[in-house]
């Protein structure tokens, strides 16, 4: 586990050698709640937040955590088959590795859920430029590692970190 923003999330080895927490960030005071605040939503799906919100966490995150960029997605990703197969969610957003990814759909500007259940956006730590961001689309089929989209759009974040080099003194 490691403790992040206020909170324990269980974290895993991909097969990219980096360390990933294995379900979405949960941190309503820098994130759009899911629908009504449900409180049950919010531990299976996490919150949404803006591109400039996750920069924003990014500042707070410690011990080599950070939102991962679109290299540590696209480095992730090789993995898998071309679909990135491996880590579309089966039934309780399981997958081989353990990374956890469910469908929690995005959020709208006007604040309305849309693609529950159906798609998952992940933002990267990557910008685009001043109105645009390069983000993680999953759905149940493909992983489309390479978009970008509106930052102002209320999508899921994950944290990584590279792993110490063991035999560093």
């Known amino acids: ?5 206020g909170r324990y999330y269980p974290v895993g080895i991909m097969p990219d050698g980096k360390e ?26 996490g919150t949404f937040h803006t591109f400039d919100m996750c920069e924003s ?33 089966s039934e309780g957003g399981t997958d081989e590795f353990g990374l956890g990814i469910v469908f929690g759909g995005w ?8 693609g529950q259940g159906v798609r998952a ?3 990267s730590g ?14 149940r089929y493909l992983v489309y590692y390479h978009t970008n989209t509106h930052r102002h759009l209320g999508f899921s974040a994950r944290c990584v970190r590279n792993l110490k080099n063991i035999t560093d003194k």
Not at 20 to 45: C, Q, T
Not at 58 to 69: A, F, H, M, S, V
């Open 20 to 45: 990933w927490i294995e379900s979405n960030v949960n941190y309503p005071l820098m994130g759009w709640h899911h629908a009504n605040n449900d409180y049950f939503k919010r531990l299976k799906y």
């Open 1 to 5: 586990f490691a403790y992040l923003l």
């Open 121 to 123: 956006n992940y933002w």
């Open 57 to 89: 966490i990014n500042r707070k995150l410690e011990d080599g955590w950070r939102i991962p960029t679109q290299t540590d997605f696209k480095d992730l990703l090789r993995f898998g088959d071309r679909s990135g197969q491996f880590l579309l969610p």
């Open 107 to 114: 959020c709208d500007n006007n604040g309305i859920i849309q």
């Open 126 to 139: 990557t910008k685009n430029n001043s109105i645009r961001a390069r983000h993680t689309l999953f759905d």
